[in-house]
């Protein structure tokens, strides 16, 4: 598997769908696996092991959810942008399936994002949602996402589907630094990131270990989401192939 004529890995061998969708069988279960041990490891650290906020007691448990899902939601839209892109430019099908299948999560960890910022706002600003520039743009990028999916799935024609998807999601890319940078660009009740590639956190160390673990479940959780999904979109799209009918009847 994934070996050239001349005996050498390619990873080009992957880039068909029939070749890609064992090896998204196999991989799937393994990042699940991940997904499911960093996440409880993550969620013990945050609600037993990092101590408790001074100003916002308890209540602050909720960014380890929050925070995460929030780079998630857009990390994931960069990622959907990205072979989005490549499926429009080069046309492969592969790509375009791959976006496809990235979306549902995206937009899963956008609605997290937003549900969990308002359980935080309630205490925290006495109020479950104001019309921030962060909160603002977070929402938009929800509405992307859905707007992505549907309009994929009002086009019959898979090709244009794929290539009118793809230019939206590449138009939206632009939200993602309107939502990262908001809290700079304009006075908003969001505070600003505790966490920094240009400076030191401004938590504590079990804290922050405790938003990192969970950030790398999700991000496991995220491929093995994607990797599923994926292999559902393959059989659903190649359905008139041979192989496909071949593996369906294998596995009847």
């Known amino acids: 598997m994934g070996m050239s004529k001349t005996g050498r890995f390619s990873w080009y061998y992957f880039s068909s769908p029939q070749s890609f969708y064992p090896l998204a069988g196999v991989l799937q279960p393994w990042f699940a696996g991940l997904a499911v041990a960093l996440c409880a490891v993550g969620l013990y650290i945050s609600f037993f092991v990092a101590p408790t906020d001074a100003t916002q007691g308890d209540a602050y448990r909720i960014i380890f959810i929050h ?100 230019v939206l999601a590449l138009v939206g890319v632009i939200n993602i630094p309107i939502i990262y940078f908001s809290v700079k660009w304009w006075s908003t009740l969001h505070q ?43 059989l659903e799209r190649e359905r008139h192939t041979d192989w496909v009918a071949a593996e369906i009847g294998g596995q009847s």
């Open 192 to 234: 600003g990131a505790s966490v920094s590639m240009t400076s030191a956190p401004t938590m504590a160390k079990t804290m922050l270990l405790g938003m990192l673990i969970m950030a790398l479940g999700f991000w496991m959780y995220s491929i093995a989401a994607t990797l599923a999904r994926v292999r559902c979109v393959i």
């Open 67 to 166: 925070v995460p899902a929030a780079w998630m939601s857009m990390f994931l839209y960069l990622v959907m942008g990205f072979w989005s892109g490549v499926g429009l430019v080069l046309n492969t099908r592969l790509s375009s399936m791959v976006a496809t299948a990235l979306a549902p999560t995206g937009a899963l960890f956008t609605f997290i994002a937003l549900w969990t910022g308002a359980l935080w706002g309630k205490p925290t600003w006495g109020t479950w949602w104001v019309w921030d520039a962060r909160l603002t743009s977070e929402l938009i990028l929800l509405f992307l996402y859905i707007g992505f999916m549907a309009l994929q799935a009002a086009i019959d024609d898979q090709r244009r589907a794929d290539k009118a998807g793809a």
